[in-house]
């Protein structure tokens, strides 16, 4: 429990050092919202978060959580999640990772593995476009709905 909180900390002190040094005003929303999204391990949805953190900030609107994820994530504090055609889902992990997502339930799970990072990329890519990141989605069904379905 001690080792969470100091991760919580040390999380919290670069968010409000990242605010600071990119000039972004540091409000009792945003901090929820940024703790909110750190403490959701399931790549929440601005639905997901909205709900969690509007008992404690009654007056805070949708818009304000949406714009404010999508500020986050344009400063590289948080990513957004590819989807395939669902909401948009953010990830408070910016370490280079990929993602499994099922098909069933839709969870999607956090994945690491080195050899995805390095991809090469293909030339005609690489000659249209300024690659800043890889990141590999696995779709398919976890375990949990593997088992209900019996496959």
């Known amino acids: 429990m001690k080792k969470e909180k100091s991760i919580e900390k040390k999380n919290l002190d670069k968010f409000i050092n990242d605010c600071k040094t990119l000039g972004l005003k540091i409000t009792p ?3 929820a919202i940024y703790k909110e999204v750190l403490n959701t391990l399931d790549h ?5 978060i909205y ?3 509007k008992g404690e900030h009654p007056n805070i609107s949708f818009d304000t959580v949406n714009r404010t ?3 986050f994530a ?3 504090i948080i990513q957004i999640v590819e989807g395939s055609g669902g909401v948009r889902r953010f990830d408070p992990n910016t370490k280079p990772h990929h993602h499994f997502h ?3 339930c839709g969870v999607i ?8 990072n390095g991809l090469e990329i293909p030339k005609e890519v690489k ?4 690659v800043k990141k890889i990141r590999v989605v696995i779709e398919g069904i976890c375990d949990g709905c593997r088992k209900s379905l019996k496959i």
């Not at 799970?109 to 995805?116: A, E, G, L, N």
């Open 102 to 104: 099922c098909i069933k």
């Open 127 to 130: 000659e249209k476009f300024l």
């Open 109 to 116: 799970i956090d994945f690491y593995y080195k050899k995805y």
């Open 69 to 71: 994820l999508l500020i």
């Open 74 to 76: 344009e400063m590289g």
């Open 51 to 53: 709900r969690n953190i």
């Open 29 to 31: 929303q945003r901090l």
């Open 44 to 48: 929440p949805s601005t639905e997901k």
